[in-house]
């Protein structure tokens, strides 16, 4: 869901089919990622009972000159039209899971953000809420105790939310973790110089075989974290959607890997 991947609607066509065919069964998007919306609605529709869906809200757009500006709106309207825009683009009557964009416990519970969505369920529009979020908003929205899901940021390389999850966890909320590749290491899609400099101080080639490589270490890991739910993994590549399937059906690293990895990590970046 982030950087720049351009895909044309024939290969978004089939690519969305083979993760389909693959025996993944989540898809996450928003009315802010682009056509990612339109796409699932036009080609994986008449597939809707194969997969659970979740969409964002308080997705707001300001028209310029020159660009659309994307902008965060905490109304009652913008979820109304967030809303009744992605049931329009994604063809479909209800949506799984409905989640707050961002945002911060005070602003949303002062609009009656959470009454609304509350509403959009009882009406059979939603099945659930959830909040997409981070530090420094996340703890505020745990403690509203309210959502049945949060997605939240977590890999090897950027583990600040690690108790954050399990505060979460522990309000009985299923934990979506999101980041575990893009937060990866030096093969990662989107480099950040920063991360792969923390992946070279802490060592962590020195953990691989022949049977485990970098990106199975990343995503095995973010398996590992005890209140971890679900993870998304964003690829446009068949080869590396392949990978990643295989290395999910071989589970969370061995204990000892995975607190090796943490305490690494720990010295290396504080």
């Known amino acids: 869901t982030w950087g720049v991947r351009v895909v044309s609607d024939s290969e978004a066509d089939v690519f969305l089919n083979a993760v389909l ?13 682009g056509v990612s919306e339109e796409r699932i609605g036009q080609f994986i529709a008449s597939r809707r ?3 659970i869906l979740a969409t964002k809200c308080g997705c707001d757009y300001q028209q310029h000159d020159d660009h659309l500006e994307v902008i965060h709106t905490w109304t009652r309207d913008v979820l109304l039209r967030n809303l009744e825009t992605s049931l329009e ?19 949303i519970k002062c609009a009656g953000l959470v009454e609304t969505l509350l509403e959009f369920k009882a009406q059979g529009l939603i099945r659930f809420i959830g909040s997409s979020n981070s530090i420094p908003n996340l ?7 309210v959502f049945d899901t949060f997605q939240i940021p977590y890999s090897c390389l950027a583990p600040s939310h690690h108790d954050l999850i399990t505060a979460a966890a522990d309000t009985g909320a299923g934990i979506i973790i999101r980041g575990g ?4 290491g ?34 095995r890991y973010t398996l590992s974290h005890p209140h971890c739910h679900t993870t998304i993994v964003g690829t446009c590549n068949h080869d590396h959607l392949a990978e ?17 990895v943490t305490n690494r990590v720990r010295t290396a970046i504080g």
């Open 21 to 33: 065919d693959a025996g993944i069964n989540f898809i996450d998007t928003a009315p802010d990622y």
């Open 49 to 51: 009972s194969e997969y």
């Open 89 to 107: 683009r994604m063809q479909t009557d209800c949506i799984d899971l409905m989640q707050f964009h961002g945002g911060d416990a005070e602003t």
């Open 139 to 145: 703890q505020g929205m745990i403690e509203l105790d």
């Open 181 to 184: 590749i893009a937060h990866g």
């Open 186 to 219: 030096p093969d990662a899609e989107i480099q950040r110089p920063a991360l792969n400099d923390a992946w070279t101080a802490a060592g962590l080639d020195d953990l691989l075989s022949e049977e485990m490589n970098r990106a199975e270490l990343i995503l």
């Open 244 to 260: 990643n399937v295989r290395t999910l059906d071989k589970g969370p690293l061995p204990a000892d890997v995975y607190q090796e």
